[in-house]
């Protein structure tokens, strides 16, 4: 437990990419009116939930006005409002909301975190700060791994960048499994330990919600079959 919050500390003092370092701090500096009086994290954002989590939710990097902002991921914006509400209402959650990193909120033997910790312009990290960021991720998982049965990953991108990050403890079959809404793949793991069950989701973004592609029941029901699997 106690090596997973030194990982969490040491990220956020990062600077390895220095366009995401220079987006970050010039987002905290302009603002969005509506946050004009806040000060941001403006930092990477580390993995939120229990070091004994047994599923892992997997987005691609914080927003800029949301985990940059409050330095919590899916915190403080749309996407947090619709993910929250879904994870409460499936039981993972103790709130249907994730405002602020004080808001009492806890997860249930679920983590949050990204494949890259800093929010990038566009929401598009370069290859080579995906690339950059992976030795992140990897510890993470690795700490993770004694209790880790289930990941569910928010979205194509997310996808393409957490699969060389899982083949550091589980086997990724070849061809690469394709990503899908509610697709779902066993990992057998390398050590002959306990399989990964992966799980695909359609984004939390606005522009998925607002639009219907993704509708509360479709995440929930993605959030209960991964829940099961993990044995939660
Ligand atoms: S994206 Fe990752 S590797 Fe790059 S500065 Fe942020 S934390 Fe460091």
Redesign the pocket.
Known sequence: MRELHDLDLR?TT????PR??AW?EEVARVKRAAFAAETYWAR?VPGFGPADARLALVGL?PAAHGGNRTGRMFTGDPSADFLYAALHAVGLASQPTSVRADDGLELYGTRITAP???A?PDNK?TAE?RD??RP?LIGELELLRPTLRAVVVLGGFGWQALLPVLAACWEVPRPAPKFGHGVSFELPALDGGAPLELFGSYHVSPHNTYTGRLTPDMLQDVLRRAARAAGL
């Not at 990062?14 to 990419?17: I, S």
């Open positions: 990220v990062c600077r390895a990419c995401l370092v970050r990477p990097a890259v910790k800093c990038p990290p700060e950059n960021c992140w």
